[in-house]
């Protein structure tokens, strides 16, 4: 001790505090988690696949250029199996273990429903995921949830705003599967067509796995629509609509919504599938219009990726995006500060996700595209340009 003075303990004390501090702030920047409820197995697994893709590769992004405030961002989830019990189950584990948990991906609309009362309680997080349920647009019921897209009857409305340009009168039927999701629309989209001085000719309703459709196809024979739009379906039974329709000489356009409007599905339903018609919210991987991080997801995958991918991608893009600006704005991350956050996004640049910038007024981001099957091409092309709600 006798070579060590007073002046150098004190500066030896200085200096191991000023390193016990900075290493207690490197602490403290833990990483922010995205917990996720995903369907890897059962009837939605090709969805829950492409959408954790488009999550992981968005927050590889992200972190390589810092995260933020200079924290990680990293994804946990399990499988949901599409099982809301399941879905709550992995919800309950995954809050449990990750107390930085501000984010969260859902399933399926009937976990959104199941699960809102928790998270108003909890003001902890905010909440997106795979439904586009026009119930979810609802700031005031569903204060912390949003839809990285058009709900389903905003879906119907781009397409009818479509038609109404393209036909103006024109005659239309609906065909809707006999379930939750294919009823959601159709009273918004009674209302928007007359609104728009189209005619609705006809509404069928179908079983959900409908495998004989000879009546449905007999009453479309008889409305002879000059659109037929679909929708509670992903494939089956619109190829069977199709074809049949065809044998019989009926001229109408077939439209479908997001989760029909997948090009791969088609992809071996051969020639009648050529000029499919829907909405997309999204670019297509393959779209050859100027987009940077189209070009950057083209980099990291080389083969082609689900539109469930590029709805992961941008859900986790606005997700973090609230997140950034809530931190920035000094504010803590509950599910209160977060919301509000997201709703500043104002003419948002997705780096051509979305073709134009975006807006998230409420819940909801009300953008659209009308895309056409080319079954030679076995790709979607653009028919119409972007068309937003909002204007």
Sequence with gaps: MSGITKRTLLALAASSALAFGTLAFAQDKEDIVIGGSIPLTGVFAFAGVAIEAGIQDYL???NEQGGIDGRQVRLAYEDTGYQVDQSVAVFNKLTSQNENMHLYYGDSTAFSRTINPELIRRNAMIMAGASFASEINDPENFPYQFIAGPDYSEMFSILLEYIAKEKPGARIVTVNSDSEF??????????RAAELGLEIVEEIITPPG????????LKLRRARPDYTLFHGYILAPLPEFMTQAKQLGLETK?????WSMDSSIWADVGEVADGFMGVMPYRYYYDEEDA???DRIREMRPEYQATGYMQGFLTAMLMTEAAKRTLEAGNELTAENLKASLNTIEDFDTGG???????VPGNTVPVGRIYQYDAADKRM????????LQE
Excluded: N, Q, Y
């Design 60 to 62: 590889k992004i992200l």
């Design 182 to 191: 294919g009823r959601d629309p159709i009273e918004s989209t009674r209302a």
């Design 353 to 359: 996700i979305i073709g134009v910038p975006i807006s």
């Design 292 to 294: 940077p991080m189209l």
């Design 210 to 217: 409908a495998v004989d459709v000879s009546t449905e196809v």
């Design 381 to 388: 092309e653009p028919v119409s340009d972007w068309i937003s």
């Design 254 to 258: 077939f439209m479908g919504t997001f």
